[in-house]
């Protein structure tokens, strides 16, 4: 049976945050895209999968152990799913549940059993600010992307959103019978959207905006509003106008790409996609950093690890940056603020800029991490008071 991987977002990992009945596994790798790298993926991954064993078996008895592992073994045998790996993999699971995150960054590999996840690393990757969504639309073929700006993959076809309008519209559909050489070509090649005399439009205008409005809803419903992360649209010229009139999706971006997604190789569709975020990117991060100047400059704001963590305990962190690939080691105190560090600790368990970022969200703040070039401070945070 084909592994579905899940769909990584901010509810997901909360719920995993959440307790849960141990024992909590929490699997990390950093796996390949291609041949040579990934045939030594799932071979490193049983090896991982062995040394949960042996944790289990220092508490639980074989017959304890071997359905916890059970799902984790039955991936270790899934040769499509190995042959479909990104840069990162997390696999976690324990009594009654059981998930699997491809990731487009390498995470430290990792394999422990305690009695919560490990969500620091999924944490993380959703706080980057350089991630974006495309959608690829024709009336051919839909095709939803996530990317940032080293890297774009298409999302699991399984994910909630129609891939053609006969699987969108059904019985539906005004006109059964029309072809795809009906609604325009692949690539530039297309015959332009008709409207009938008096106003009315006819069947092929009718089934398009019928079309883009259940992909808008199937988008907002099932990636953008989970995600929170903006959305450009990657077709041709006239059904960005269309798209854009019947679309509710206020994560759609005003500039997109004009040009059939199918024209495109998947890196010309990065590059292409990188080009319009990546100034809302860079004034984004400008902005961050300008607030947390103004902030600093009234007392409300610190970039000292000690002043922030006690201010976090006290819930009045509003915006957490932190330096991505930056850690400290040491101990939060999550009641007080106090820290704790310890050059001993290992820094992918004890982290304290992680830890520091948890309390944060708990207490209703935001996070994000920012590249080591673009954080306003040295010391690998830098935070912003509500008062």
């Given amino acids: 049976m084909k592994q579905k991987c899940t769909l990584l977002t901010n509810e997901v990992v909360g719920a995993l945050a959440a307790s849960h009945q141990g024992p909590c596994l ?12 990934n045939q030594q993926d799932s071979i490193r991954f049983r ?14 008895s074989a017959a304890e152990t071997r359905p916890l592992l059970e799902p984790f073994n039955a991936l270790a045998e899934d040769h499509d799913f190995w042959n479909h790996t990104l840069d990162g993999l997390a696999v976690l699971g324990g009594p009654g549940l059981f998930h699997v995150f491809r990731l487009q960054r390498p995470v430290t590999e990792l394999a422990v059993v305690a009695d919560s996840f490990h969500t620091k690393p999924l944490r993380r990757f959703l706080q980057s600010v350089d991630r974006y969504q495309v959608l690829g639309l024709s009336l051919q ?30 019985d539906e559909l005004t006109e059964p019978h029309l072809t795809v ?4 070509g692949v690539g530039g090649a297309h015959i332009p959207m008709h409207h009938g005399q008096g106003g009315k439009k006819d069947e092929v205008d009718i089934d398009a905006d019928r079309f883009f409005r259940a ?10 509003r989970p995600s929170g992360l903006p959305l450009m649209l990657a077709a041709l010229p006239e059904h960005h106008h269309r798209f854009h009139q019947v679309s509710h999706n206020s994560f759609l971006m005003a500039e997109g790409i004009t040009i059939n997604p199918e024209a495109l190789s998947i890196d010309q569709l990065r590059e292409r996609a990188w080009q319009v975020v990546a100034p809302q ?20 704001g610190s970039d000292d690890l000690g002043q922030a963590a006690r201010a976090a305990a006290s819930g009045r962190v509003a915006t957490l940056l ?23 600790s290992h820094p992918r368990v004890d982290d304290l800029l992680d830890d520091l970022g948890e309390l944060v969200e708990k207490m209703g703040g935001k996070v994000q991490v920012i590249p080591a070039d673009q954080m306003p401070t040295q010391t690998g945070l830098a935070a912003i008071y509500r008062h």
């Fill in 181 to 184: 050489a009906s609604y325009g």
């Fill in 47 to 60: 090896n991982l999968v062995k040394e949960l064993e042996t944790s289990l078996r220092q508490k639980y």
């Fill in 281 to 300: 990117y860079h004034a984004r991060l400008a902005t961050l950093a300008d607030e947390f100047a103004a902030a600093k400059s009234k007392g409300l």
């Fill in 26 to 37: 929490s699997l990390y790798q950093p796996t390949h895209r291609r041949h040579p790298g």
């Fill in 322 to 344: 932190i330096e991505a690939d930056r850690q400290i080691a040491g101990r939060l105190d999550a009641v007080t603020g106090r820290i704790e560090l310890d050059h001993l």
């Fill in 215 to 224: 992909i808008d809803r199937a988008v907002l419903e099932h990636h953008s």
């Fill in 141 to 170: 073929k839909i095709q939803l992307f996530e990317g940032t700006r080293d890297v774009l993959d298409e999302i699991d076809p399984a994910s909630g959103v129609p891939r053609t309008i006969t699987e969108a519209l059904g």
